[in-house]
């Protein structure tokens, strides 16, 4: 069966890489009088040609987003029922989402009346709204306004476009019912920090402090990034994802058929060989277009912001869960067989061309069973992306990932090319591919659990805690242990043979290991990254990896150190960032660093993904960034925009070790750094010139008596 709800969602995953520059809804606010001291606030959006907008009452919650108009609570005034729609309404069955929907065609309009009781005071909200086309949703954004009711009751002037508008400036501020400054959007802020006319405004943010990033005090203790190993290892992983997609009953069954056709019907052994080599050099070109493709969507930068937006984590949540259920046989994902038929038909055509799309063709059919295995490593290799790009734009790690994974993939099909006496050895197709996707539909399962995990901690919901994960992974673990001795059985399952024994043996270790780990609350290597730290725990709670003492505010970290008298150890960092989780757990309680790091400073722990809001009473209070004009809702954002301006960095983790005189750089920043000798180095490091500096004072006190 075709699972549209899976198609909606893949289309929205791919929507959320090119929304930041797209705004198909340009929204403009305005208010009108309707006498005896009520106002109507008409709030337009027009609506590019193709593109539609949702109403407020739709019949289910499995389509799209529902608009919404929410708005600021206040004694000033009160809302008089519910905002009203009109514009152009349309109602439709959509294909899309399989439902009946309202919808806005070209313009959507929705206006909400209001009793005024204090007309000094602007009224302040947000409408809430989701586009899509025919082909893929935008993610839901907001548009916000603040209204003042008119000084009299004239016709309403013209209005004013809102923060969706694309008007770049802040415009000048106005009383007479037009959207009021800061709520429109961001520009240049005027010479020395303003504080807006604005409410909900609660200060500015010195994201830029006196720090001179490009200046140390001792240059030890510096390594050298291994960024060509860590593509290898990117490539590696690529790789044997494609041998397991060469398992998968979508895929083996084509080897033979397809180079017994190249070698059998060619005119001569010759061109049947090449003919074989350029289909396989075909599907390496079309694995790792759709990884252009898509990273060229997603952008460079996206890729880590999205790693941690808790919408992303519980859309690719649901997702491992489909193509788990998908491996397990419950339903099968295919594409539109109209792609196929037309890829079909390219094939007919003969030659190089033909090929290619025989190519093509192969990979749309086999997408039940290599687009689970292609989604995770997209998701997994753009998430660990360290900025690394390709003429600024395609992110280098899904590239070298899709590289692999081709490659893999197309590897057999010149082999046999090459040595067609080789078919003969090959096992014959049969339900062992089946049990290679139950086993594949097991492994997805459990990764996504690493997505929930991920959105429980940015948001603080303190649900998936170390103990119910490594609980969720051992049964996991032991369910596929148990299948693959036979004691469960699935549809098609495959008899008791020595490969399943040995592949339900190594199961079974795998989950001793992980109930070793939960039972003495250890850091398990094999799931650095993946299981929430041992320290974020329900049983016995730690602020900070190893029971260390640190602070999550660099003032509070400052002053702390300046009373101790102590250099600082700023680590940003972050809930979903991988590479963060394997230094805490494998290198932090290192003989050597963990000393350093418990005794000799102060530890600075800023979370540039933490969602908690900065004003948890108040979703519109917000501090302002004097440096770019942008508003600051989240502690990760604060921290993010601290490490951009003061450090030039994005990345995660990144050490910095600093004097406690807030400026003063003792080395060299690091980023991961795996190896524990070269860290321990760096903290020496940073201790020698912390006492360079301690002495160099001293002395300057002494001679200055």
Avoid at 14 to 40: H, I, L, R, T, Y
């Amino acid at each position: 069966m075709k699972f549209k709800f899976f198609y909606a969602a893949v289309l929205m995953l791919c929507a959320f890489g090119v929304s930041a520059q797209q705004k198909p809804v340009k929204w403009s606010f305005n208010m009108k009088d309707a006498g005896k001291g009520e106002f109507d606030i008409v709030m337009t959006g027009t609506i590019e040609d193709g593109y539609y907008t949702y109403s407020q009452f739709l019949e289910s919650e499995d389509g799209p987003v529902a608009t919404t108009v929410n708005f600021e609570e206040g004694p000033h005034f009160q809302l008089v029922g519910k905002a009203k729609e009109s514009g152009e309404i349309i109602k439709v069955f959509d294909k899309v989402f399989g439902m009946n929907l309202t919808k806005f065609k070209h313009k959507a309009i929705f206006t909400q009346r209001v009793k005024v009781i204090d007309a000094t005071k602007p009224i302040n909200g947000y409408i809430n709204y989701m586009v899509c086309n025919d082909e893929m949703c935008l993610p839901p954004s907001d548009a916000e306004f603040s209204l003042k009711p008119p000084a009299t009751s004239a016709p309403a002037p013209a209005t004013t476009p809102g923060k969706d508008g694309g008007q770049g400036n802040i415009p000048p501020p106005v009383t007479n019912g037009q959207v009021d400054t800061v709520k429109t959007g961001i520009g240049a802020l005027p010479a020395g920090p303003t504080a807006p006319d604005d409410a909900n405004f609660k200060g500015f943010f010195d994201t830029k402090r006196d720090i001179n990033s490009a200046q140390f005090v001792n240059n030890c203790g510096i390594v050298e990034e291994d960024r060509g190993g860590s593509l290898f290892w990117v490539f590696v992983a690529g790789f044997l994802g494609g041998l397991v997609a060469l398992l998968t009953p979508c895929v083996f069954p084509m080897i033979p058929l397809t180079v017994s056709f190249f070698t059998k019907r060619s005119k001569d052994r010759k061109k049947g060989i090449r003919n074989a080599i350029w289909y396989s050099a075909s599907i390496v070109i079309i694995y790792v277009g759709i990884g252009i493709l898509l990273t060229m969507l997603f952008g460079p930068t996206i890729l880590n912001e999205m790693s941690t937006d808790m919408y992303f984590n519980l859309l690719f949540f649901v997702v491992f869960v489909v193509f788990a259920l998908s491996f397990f046989g419950l339903f099968e994902i295919t594409l539109p067989s109209s792609w196929v038929n037309s890829s079909d038909q390219m094939a007919d055509k003969g030659g190089l061309l033909g090929i290619f799309f025989m190519a093509f063709t192969l990979a749309l059919v086999s997408f039940s069973c290599t687009g689970p295995i292609v989604g995770t490593l997209l998701v997994e290799t753009a998430k660990s992306n360290a900025g690394s790009a390709l003429f600024g734009v395609i992110p280098a790690r899904p590239l070298v990932g899709m590289t692999g994974f081709g490659m893999a993939l197309a590897l057999p099909f010149g082999l046999f090319a090459l040595f067609p006496g080789w078919l003969n050895s090959l096992p014959k197709s049969g339900s062992w591919m089946d049990n290679v996707k139950v086993t594949m539909g097991f492994v997805e399962l459990a990764l996504a659990f690493k997505f929930l995990s991920t959105a429980d901690m940015v948001r603080h919901w303190g649900i998936l805690k170390f103990e119910l994960f490594l609980g969720i992974w051992f049964v996991i673990g032991l369910l596929l242990s148990l299948y693959q001795f036979g004691i469960i059985k699935l549809k098609n399952t495959d008899r008791l043979n020595f490969g399943r024994i040995g592949v339900g043996v190594l199961s079974l270790a795998f989950t001793v290991y992980v109930g070793w780990g939960l039972f003495n609350y250890q850091s398990l290597s094999l799931l650095s990254g993946i299981a929430p730290p041992v320290h974020y725990n329900y049983f016995r709670p730690m602020d900070c990896p190893h029971g260390l003492d640190c602070f999550h505010d660099f003032d509070e970290g400052l002053a702390e150190a300046k009373r101790l008298n102590k250099p600082m150890f700023v680590d940003f960092t972050g809930y979903g960032c991988v590479n963060c989780r394997k230094m805490e757990e494998n290198v932090w309680h290192r003989p050597g660093v963990y000393e350093h790091l418990k005794e000799n400073y102060v530890l600075v722990s800023l979370y540039v993904d933490d969602q908690e809001r900065l004003f948890p009473d108040s979703k519109f209070q917000y501090l302002l960034d004097p440096n770019t004009g942008e508003k600051i809702r989240t502690k990760g954002d604060k921290w993010a925009k601290f490490e951009i301006n003061n450090f030039g960095q994005a990345s995660q983790p990144w050490y910095v070790l600093m004097h406690h005189d807030g400026k003063t750089l003792l080395n060299q920043p690091r980023g991961y750094t795996p190896d524990e000798e070269a860290y321990k180095a760096f903290l020496d490091c940073g201790i020698d010139a912390f006492q360079r500096v301690k002495m160099s004072k001293e002395l300057m006190g002494v001679s200055g008596q």
